[in-house]
């Protein structure tokens, strides 16, 4: 089966997802640089989210370039995947409207947690269809960065309800590690670029 609708079907909702969150940004009342400032936990917020969506999707895209075909469990691990994203924009938005408050933190680390366990199932559906020659396995390798990733979010879930800062401490570190370009895949499919 070919990737292509799964490709476009992907691209589409985190393309929603994004401009959901922006719709939720509030219009300040008033013109003055003040009228921003209660404005700024929820555009942090987004920001952050923007760049986990960002992150996703261009290590989705970068998977399934490296897929050579497509099963019913693929297609079920994306739904999966393209699930827990989706709630992103409620976790945006309650953890920024709430100051990044105990609970709505924890909530929004729960997701990237769930996005996070998600991602890794749909590796390992494309492997297994892809078979023991997958390029994505030869690629994702020991994958220390999609490993730890989980267990920081859930010591972020956990420090949340004692120290608030540390969960969305946690959560930048995250995105600022994986925004560090991972070339994985691309020396998988082109070995010119090592």
């Given at each position: 089966?070919?990737?292509?609708?799964?490709?476009?079907?992907?691209?589409?909702?985190?393309?929603?997802?994004?401009?959901?969150?922006?719709?939720?940004?509030?219009?300040?009342?008033?013109?003055?640089?003040?009228?921003?400032?209660?404005?700024?936990?929820?555009?942090?917020?987004?920001?952050?989210?923007?760049?986990?969506?960002?992150?996703?999707?261009?290590?989705?895209?970068?998977?399934?370039?490296?897929?050579?075909?497509?099963?019913?469990?693929?297609?079920?691990?994306?739904?999966?995947?393209?699930?827990?994203?989706?709630?992103?924009?409620?976790?945006?938005?309650?953890?920024?409207?709430?100051?990044?408050?105990?609970?709505?933190?924890?909530?929004?680390?729960?997701?990237?947690?769930?996005?996070?366990?998600?991602?890794?199932?749909?590796?390992?559906?494309?492997?297994?269809?892809?078979?023991?020659?997958?390029?994505?396995?030869?690629?994702?390798?020991?994958?220390?960065?999609?490993?730890?990733?989980?267990?920081?979010?859930?010591?972020?879930?956990?420090?949340?309800?004692y120290v608030e800062w540390a969960a969305l401490?946690?959560?930048?570190?995250?995105?600022?590690?994986?925004?560090?370009?991972?070339r994985r895949i691309e020396r998988v499919l082109?070995?010119?670029?090592?």
């Open positions: 089966m070919g990737k292509g609708r799964l490709e476009a079907f992907s691209d589409g909702v985190l393309a929603i997802i994004i401009t959901i969150m922006v719709l939720e940004l509030k219009v300040p009342h008033g013109s003055t640089i003040e009228a921003l400032t209660p404005l700024l936990p929820s555009f942090l917020s987004y920001l952050l989210s923007f760049i986990y969506v960002g992150i996703y999707w261009n290590n989705h895209h970068h998977l399934l370039h490296a897929t050579k075909g497509v099963s019913g469990g693929v297609l079920w691990a994306n739904l999966n995947l393209l699930f827990w994203l989706s709630l992103l924009p409620f976790a945006t938005g309650w953890m920024g409207e709430n100051h990044f408050e105990a609970l709505p933190s924890a909530a929004y680390g729960f997701v990237l947690l769930m996005a996070a366990i998600a991602y890794f199932v749909l590796e390992q559906r494309i492997i297994a269809t892809d078979g023991a020659n997958s390029l994505v396995k030869r690629a994702v390798g020991g994958d220390w960065k999609g490993k730890l990733s989980p267990l920081f979010y859930f010591l972020a879930i956990c420090l949340s309800f401490a946690i959560y930048v570190v995250v995105a600022l590690v994986w925004l560090i370009p991972d082109d070995p010119s670029r090592s």
